[in-house]
């Protein structure tokens, strides 16, 4: 199975929105509602954002949100903040096991 | 608060076999969650390996199964990974992870394993 495809790197100016794609097949983004995402920093575990497409978990901030439509899933965060700046990586479920995406680094400007 | 933490050998040799535990706090692995690991090669993004349920079900990355084995030990609380046959591409920062089945919840720090004569 092949790793999720994301863009290597977005960047936006604080205040500004940023749009993260993460595109995979009918085997597993297309196919579940499994879909997750997590915020990575140097030297720190992964963070999970959202959860089931569009979901967020209770501590994160609204600025985060989920989408998907057919075979791609999307994460956009609105307002961007310096704090934002990390590697972000969308997880699939596939059928008995999980695929994560390539992951994309977000700068903030 | 639940925290992991891996532990294990640093360096491994080729064709040697990587064994990694992850201790729990702040829950049981008896508890209805899978336990997971997840690695991250040098400059490369995550890997999901594989994980275990409470009652010992395990599942495996299709493309590791055949050198992969992850066990539930409960009276000391933690899980364990044994990878087999191991080359440079195993080298990665390991972490083990609790998986609720919807999302790797909660992570460990990583630790860094090079398979390296």
């Known amino acids: 199975q092949s790793a999720l495809t994301q863009p290597r790197s977005v960047s936006g100016s604080p205040g500004q929105s940023v749009t993260i794609s993460c595109t995979g097949t009918?085997?597993?983004?297309?196919?579940?509602?499994?879909v997750s995402w997590y915020q990575h920093s140097p030297g720190k575990a992964p963070k999970f954002m959202i959860y089931?497409?569009?979901k967020r978990p209770s501590g994160v901030p609204d600025r985060f949100s989920g989408s998907k439509s057919g075979n791609t899933a999307s994460l956009t965060i609105s307002g961007l903040q310096a704090e934002d700046e990390a590697e972000y990586y969308c997880?699939?479920?596939?059928?008995?096991?999980?695929?994560f995406g390539t992951g994309t680094k977000v700068t903030v400007l | 608060q639940v925290q992991l933490q891996e532990s294990g050998p640093g360096l491994v040799k080729p064709s040697g076999t990587l064994s990694l535990t992850c201790g729990v706090s702040?829950?049981?692995?008896?508890?209805?969650?899978?336990w997971s690991w997840v690695r991250q090669p040098p400059e490369k993004g995550l890997e999901w390996i594989g994980e275990?349920?409470?009652?010992?079900?395990?599942k495996y990355n299709p493309s590791l199964k055949s050198r992969i084995t992850i066990l539930l030990d409960k009276p000391k609380n933690q899980f364990s990974l044994i990878l087999t046959s191991v080359t440079a591409a195993d080298t990665a920062v390991y972490y083990c992870?609790?998986?609720?089945?919807?999302?790797?919840?909660?992570w460990g720090q990583g630790t860094l394993v090079t398979v390296s004569s």
């Open positions: 992870a609790r998986h609720t089945g919807r999302t790797f919840e909660y």
């Open positions: 702040g829950d049981s692995v008896s508890t209805n969650n899978w």
């Open positions: 275990i349920s409470y009652s010992g079900y395990t």
């Open positions: 009918s085997s597993d983004v297309g196919g579940y509602d499994f």
């Open positions: 089931d497409v569009s």
């Open positions: 997880c699939s479920y596939a059928g008995d096991f999980y695929v």
